[in-house]
């Protein structure tokens, strides 16, 4: 009789072990299976995200084919100017060749790409590179744009400091010829904002870490000089 309840027992003991085994394996089995559906549904929602992102940019006229720059000229020779405007060394290249550029777009010797980039944002407040870029943008609209980076140039805030208030750069484009209904209500809405991200995002991914990089068909201009920027334009063209 004993010996028969020692089996029943163990038996017993076995059944329950084998049931808790069961339970664990389904534990595991369904952990499994809501973390797998979790994966698939981030990475779908990422994809989704990812696809809406670099989609939902509005492009303002004059940009080049994806979105990055605004192109002045037409020459055999692209040259791509990466600007922030809050950049002092930006500030000097335009004072040095600017103008130099914009006689060799005229002259069809080069294309030029200009990229108002938002890098400096830290050294803002109120993210000053990307609302003065975004305002570029709404001048671009208006068909300003190389007359209205000028202007924000001349009128450069200081790195750290709060930089131009949103009035002040509406009125910097009225007083470049700039209607200041439309593009004061283009620069209050943030119209471009998405296009200066898409801006900035492209030219992280290019490898452009800095402030003013120019590159003439895709080599790093060396001598940011007048003379230099011809020559390099002369060379490339050849």
Known sequence: MSSRRSQRDAARVVREQ???????RRTIWVSAAAVAVLVIAGLIGWGVWSSQRSDSFTTPPGANA????????????????????????????????????????????????????AYLNRFSTTEYSTRSSAASGCAAVGGKFREYAKALFAKQPPEGSAGLS???????????????????????EGTYKT???????????????????????GQPLADRTPQGLTAAVAAAGK
């Open 18 to 24: 084998l049931a808790r085994e069961r339970r664990r």
């Open 195 to 217: 296009w200066t991200e898409h801006v900035t995002e492209e030219a992280s991914r290019s490898d452009v870490t800095g402030t003013p990089t120019i590159l003439v068909n």
């Open 66 to 117: 994806p979105g990055t720059g605004i192109v002045t000229g037409g020459g055999p020779v692209t040259v791509d100017v990466y600007e922030d405007f809050l950049c002092p060394a930006c500030n000097q290249f335009e004072q040095s060749s600017g103008a130099t550029l914009e006689q060799l777009a005229s002259e069809n010797k080069a294309k030029v790409v200009y990229h108002p980039v």
């Open 166 to 188: 949103d009035d002040e750069l509406v009125d910097i484009g009225v007083g470049v010829g700039l209607d200041r209904g439309s593009f004061g209500g283009c620069v209050k």
